[in-house]
Nanobody, 122 residues
Framework: QVQLVESGGGLVQAGESLRLSCAAS????????TGWFRQAPGKERDFVAG????????DYTDSVKGRFTISRDNAKNTVYLQMNSLKPEDTAVYYC???????????????WGQGTQVTVSS
C-alpha cells in the first residue's frame, strides 16, 4: 500500500505561482508512475501532468504546457507540481496519484491522495 498526502494548495491571484507536493509513505514511490489530476465542481477528474517512475519522461495536458512542471525526488519519496502563471480556470481540487500503469486517465492509478484545493482569483 502507498499513502499519498498532498500539500501546498491555497488561494492566489492570477499570474502567481504555487508548488504542490505529494509525499508518499508505506512503499517507495520509485516503482510507480505518478500523476497529478484536478477536479473542478461539477466536472470530471482530469489529467494535468504525469511523470514516469524514473523521472525520465513527463507529459502535460495542453492547457498547462509551458506553465506547469512536474518533478520527483525519489530519495524523498515526493512528487511536485510547480504551477506558474496561474489562471482562474486552474481553480480545482488537485489530486496526486500513483500507479504501475499510470498516464492520462484515472484508471491507470492505484493510489490517490485526499486532494488539495487551489483557488485562483482574477
Amino acid at each position: 500500500q502507498v499513502q499519498l498526502v498532498e500539500s501546498g494548495g491555497g488561494l492566489v491571484q492570477a499570474g502567481e505561482s504555487l508548488r504542490l507536493s505529494c509525499a508518499a509513505s508505506g512503499r517507495s514511490l520509485n516503482r510507480y508512475h505518478t500523476g497529478w489530476f484536478r477536479q473542478a465542481p461539477g466536472k470530471e477528474r482530469d489529467f494535468v501532468a504525469g511523470i514516469t517512475w524514473g523521472g525520465g519522461n513527463t507529459d502535460y495536458t495542453d492547457s498547462v504546457k509551458g506553465r506547469f512542471t512536474i518533478s520527483r525526488d525519489n530519495a524523498k519519496n515526493t512528487v511536485y507540481l510547480q504551477m506558474n502563471s496561474l489562471k482562474p480556470e486552474d481553480t480545482a481540487v488537485y489530486y496526486c496519484a500513483a500507479g504501475l500503469t499510470g498516464w492520462g486517465t484515472p484508471h491507470g492509478y492505484n493510489y490517490w491522495g485526499q486532494g488539495t484545493q487551489v483557488t485562483v482569483s482574477s
